[in-house]
C-alpha cells in the first residue's frame, strides 16, 4: 500500500528557503518517478517538478532556477530545496509517486513578511 508524508514546511520571508521531504513507502522507491505538486488557496493543484529513477528532473516554469528536486534511494526520501522564495509560492505542497493515486495530507508553506 503506497503511501507518503511530506514535512519541512512553515512560514519563511520572501527570499527566504526551505527544504521539503517526502517519506514514501509501499514501493520499490528506488524504481519509481516522483513528483512535487502545490495547490494555492481557491487554486486547482499544479504541478511544480519530477525527477525519474535516472535522477534527471523537469521543473516547472514558475519555479525553474529557484527549486531543486532529489531523492535519496537508500531513505526511501524525496526533497525539494526552495531558494528564493516569493509570496506566489504560498501553498500546501504534496509529493506523489507517479503512477498513484494516493496523496498525502501534504504540508503548508507560506512565504510572507
Known amino acids: 500500500q503506497v503511501r507518503v508524508v511530506e514535512s519541512g514546511g512553515g512560514l519563511v520571508q520572501p527570499g527566504g528557503s526551505l527544504r521539503l521531504s517526502c517519506a514514501a513507502s509501499g514501493i520499490i522507491f528506488r524504481n519509481v518517478i516522483m513528483g512535487w505538486y502545490r495547490q494555492a488557496p481557491g487554486n486547482q493543484r499544479e504541478w511544480v517538478a519530477h525527477?525519474?529513477?535516472?535522477?534527471?528532473?523537469n521543473y516547472a516554469d514558475a519555479v525553474k532556477g529557484r527549486f531543486t528536486i532529489s531523492r535519496d534511494n537508500a531513505k526511501n526520501t524525496v526533497y525539494l530545496q526552495m531558494n528564493s522564495l516569493k509570496p506566489e509560492d504560498t501553498a500546501v505542497y504534496y509529493c506523489k509517486v507517479f503512477g498513484q493515486t494516493y496523496w498525502g495530507q501534504g504540508t503548508q508553506v507560506t512565504v510572507s513578511s
Open positions: 525527477i525519474a529513477s535516472d535522477n534527471s528532473t
